[in-house]
């Protein structure tokens, strides 16, 4: 059965990595990579009857410090927003713009443009919505999750994006690792993340409406329109995920 | 209010054109093209209040033959894929493929690969949705399409692209200039038409659910995933469409 | 004849347009765009015999300030460098780097990297080359004026690509309107001007080792690695061209 | 010292993979992968002082067949050539077209259009130079390898593909493996091996000016306009390459 897996460190990472990083398979199957237009790095394989273990080791290097603030980074209009963003203010898959708008507007239209516009619709998704691994599943939209009110990290980032575009904000789904090295307490079995980037100021920023605080140590794996851009795998055809082990630790350098 | 008009013949199309293809506008606005990762060309202007005037006029030439039918044309397998289609098999705004691809599996699993199985899926949609001017709206995608059973000739592509992604097959949104010209009598009010493109025997073919006999005569505007990436004009705010008019004609060239 | 033109403003430049750009010939011929992996705007014709005149008339705002001067500007490492710059490094059809290795290091080896390499290599150029129109010849090479010493506003230019690149700065060429406005007297018949820009400090800045002071109402047409891909004309067969205009003319904005 | 190295097969020939192609390095180093404009799979890393060994395997499946011959293959005229096919008609570092055209067209011009046009020009390189592997050098050009008469399959290629462009036939050159299986006895010491590929009826041919005769196998790493596109390392100072091996062996599979 063939299989597109998104399992590499995103090509904006790879100046930051510190070993070769491969991606192995037990049992051993051809694999190629190729990079799509989100730069993302897609694995295709096939899987074998039986079928595979798929592992991916590496070290990488990153600075470990909060994700920026900037109050002052400016909303450019509409008219000033590069041709290659305006994708980004479309409706896709789990983000129907198209249906949101209204609420948007009734909800956030008397804010000011800017940063506190892009916090506020943060601070409502964060606050709306409860998380619930059970809520959780593959077909859920932003509509949806607007209504029912549970998610997961994924169903805040898709309700995020959804109101940040529909106020003419462009905004992109990012998916990749997220330790707990930056909280106070380890937390169990480790997933990968989900967090969003929005068009301010001239350039993306981070923002993570499951969190709702400054984070360190996200390592990017996927980018896209939303999760049908950057599912980590895609599978066309039945398949049983049976085990999952993220494995995570960190070490300190000393800059130079 | 900013815009973005396709209403350009398609880039693919550029060198069958006989005339240069110049959008102008009343007032006279400032405007640019680009052309996005679909090949679509991409007018950038900005409304003025009291509205705009908008035309583009062309003279093309065209082979006037019906859509190319292939009924030999082999469906790959999914390894075989190119890098670059495989994007065309994903869920997208109004075509659903995760919601979809029970119902699709119980249609038409039971049928051989290739042109025949994409033949079922038009003759399915085509039969199933009744065409109704007044049951369109935009948000209305593949999954709707399917349980409510009328749409326009957008919807009927919709549907019928989520069933042949569902099946595997690559699928894509076309919309353009479809004439009356190759039909027995003249219809009335024109408007653009959509019709779509699956990959088979390693090119795309065009079909059509909507009427679901080979036309003549399609000048391709613009392509994506779906409408919402092939939208003759999008505008970030509300607006009103006051008048619509398409003025064809043509002329029979004798073939050197 | 077929002919491709770059003679519209580059593609980084459309949203200083204040008007529409359209390029218009007589007689009128079909033709069309593209924009090629450098960002150059291009149009394909194809001339009739008896010869065409094109014409392109727009208006465009420009900040009108001289070349932005970072001294501080820092210098990448090779290992800096992002993925698409390092094709600016590379040898080109006028620039040898492989023949101009030794020299440029010979000359500029004992000097720091960084912006005042970069400006030691152009105020030698501008030095060690005369100007002289009867020294242009299409073929001419920064080997060639190396050894000639004679040139005119693009052989300046390629000689000192050739040698930032042989330094380990990427650098590309540059060719567009460069007015007579900032300049105390008025010159004679205008040119479109060739310059360059070199990567420093994560970011492209432009140089100008015909003039070598910061000018202002630089005009981007066409960029590339050297003048064979930024021609503005290109032709594929014999040509005469009989006349050249170009008029410009400024108007200034009160900045809201 | 920072290093880029073509050293993977191709990404056209991904899909032809029977197993993972990985790149190892002795020490072991950072380093990752980025494809270029051509399709190039390209590595960066940074050699250690002490130098380093760079190592890839890998099977690959190819039907083995000689170069594909079509007499037939129309040539296009320079208005029909797609737009993204331009690029190889113009000059480049190593195949000075505006040099060459005059000698060109005094030794091609006679000829019909099409296949049989690249055919004369492969025959007349093959006849005109004498392969001597003294007579390499980095720098050497298509100009040079036209007066002095000597070169390595590289020198051909240049020749042949500048001759080609010249004649207005897009043309670019290719590296990659070439291996003696398809001949009657084994030859010496392996290299890698240089060929062009020519635009003819509407898709690429391979020719090889060097052999001037249909081989079979070519597993191609690398292509571009011309060796500089294409070097299969770059090194950006200087470097001493102390040992360089290629083993290639064959197994017939039976196909289905």
């Known amino acids: 059965m063939p299989m597109l897996a998104k399992l590499s460190v995103h090509a904006s990472r790879n100046k930051d990595l510190r070993t070769a990083q491969r991606i192995f398979t037990t049992p051993e199957v051809p694999l190629y990579d190729y990079v799509d237009g989100f730069g993302n790095i897609c694995t295709r394989l096939t899987m074998p009857t039986g079928g595979i273990t798929i592992s991916c080791g590496f070290v990488i290097e990153d600075r470990f410090e909060p994700d920026e603030v900037d109050l002052g980074a400016r909303q450019a209009s509409l008219a ?34 800017g940063w506190g516009l892009v916090q506020a619709i943060v601070d409502y998704v964060h606050g709306a919505i409860r998380f619930d ?37 462009p905004a992109r789904y990012c998916t990749g690792y997220l330790g707990d090295m930056d909280l106070p307490a380890v937390i169990g079995d480790m997933d990968f993340s989900a967090w969003f980037e929005v068009w301010l100021g001239g350039r993306w920023f981070v923002f993570d409406a499951r969190h709702n605080f400054p984070r360190s140590g996200r390592i990017l794996m996927a980018r896209g329109r939303d999760a049908a851009d950057a599912a980590l795998t895609t599978t066309f055809g039945a398949v049983t995920l049976s085990r999952f082990d993220i494995y995570t630790d960190q070490d300190c350098l000393t800059q130079d």
Do not use: Q
């Open 80 to 113: 000033e927003l590069p041709d290659d963003v305006l994708h980004f203010l479309l409706a896709s898959r789990y983000c129907e713009t198209d249906k949101l708008t209204d609420i948007a507007w009734g909800l956030f239209g008397h804010l000011p443009m």
């Open 133 to 169: 691994y059970m809520a959780a599943r593959p077909t859920k939209t932003a509509w949806e999750v607007f209504h029912e009110r549970t998610g997961v990290c994924r169903d805040y980032a898709h309700l995020a994006i959804a109101l940040c575009r529909c106020m003419n904000i």
